[in-house]
């Protein structure tokens, strides 16, 4: 399991929802209707192949059209280490009464964590994201990165400080108090190494993490870093 959401409603003649995502060989999204007799229904909301690799979700009006949209992230490869995946990366869903629809796919190999935040203060909600399974050798700026919201479209661009950990989770809010959302930033400088069903991982070679970054990490030390907000638009 790695995230839950709920929405629920104080009329007890209303059924309750809670929304469960569930990863490891499983990965899927299901919804349990809690209803006012007692009964409880499951739906599969979406099915995906046990390499998918499912990290967190969201779920809030991320567009403003007064719809509930889901938002999930893929891109965990702890059981079996593997090449950058082209469908790693964040989606957001429109929620439909038995289904999702996939409405936007924001890449970005390895992604284990996202935050929503309207980082400019513009009245768009943004993400930010860390991966931990970046592909630190070809694109070390995918580890930690905002998507800024341009129009209906998403703009990458790597956080400050993105080579300063391996980054397995991000928060956001105002932590500085001057009306901003700013980012919390955990790391977990853990490297993963070869199993037993790993017998031949030369294929792996050309993605190796470069060993000025694991040496950066060691000496560094896991930490919390914090991004202050400093856009020009904030108040």
């Known amino acids: 399991m790695r995230s839950i959401a709920e929405f629920s409603t104080r009329t007890p003649t209303v059924s309750r929802r ?8 499983h990965e899927c999204l299901l919804r349990f ?7 409880i229904a499951q739906s599969v909301l979406i099915k995906k192949q046990p390499g998918w690799g499912f ?8 567009d403003g059209d007064g719809a509930v949209n889901v938002i999930l992230s893929n891109g965990d490869t702890t059981e079996f280490r593997s090449n950058p995946r082209r469908y790693h ?22 992604v284990m964590d996202f935050t929503v935040l309207d980082a400019e203060v513009d009245g768009d909600l943004d993400i930010a994201s860390v991966s931990y399974f970046a592909d630190f050798r070809h694109k070390p700026h995918q580890a930690a990165m905002l998507h800024i919201r341009t129009g209906a479209r998403f703009a990458s661009q790597p956080l400050l400080g993105h080579e300063q950990g391996r980054w397995c989770r991000i928060a956001s809010g105002d932590i500085d108090g001057d009306g901003d ?8 400088n853990y490297q993963t190494y070869s199993r037993a069903y790993e017998r031949d991982a030369s ?7 470069p060993r000025a970054f694991l040496e950066r990490w060691e000496r ?3 930490h919390l870093r914090v991004l202050e907000n400093r856009d020009k638009n904030s108040r």
């Open 18 to 25: 809670v929304y469960v995502l569930v990863a490891q060989e």
């Open 33 to 39: 209707t809690m209803k006012p007799g007692g009964g």
């Open 55 to 62: 990290t967190a979700m969201e779920m809030l009006d991320a």
């Open 89 to 110: 990366g964040i989606r957001i869903y429109d929620l439909g009464e038995d289904d999702l629809a996939e409405k936007q796919f924001i890449p970005a190999h390895g």
């Open 181 to 188: 959302p700013d980012l919390l930033l955990g790391a977990l």
């Open 203 to 209: 294929f792996l070679r050309s993605v190796q993490i």
């Open 220 to 222: 560094i030390g896991n």
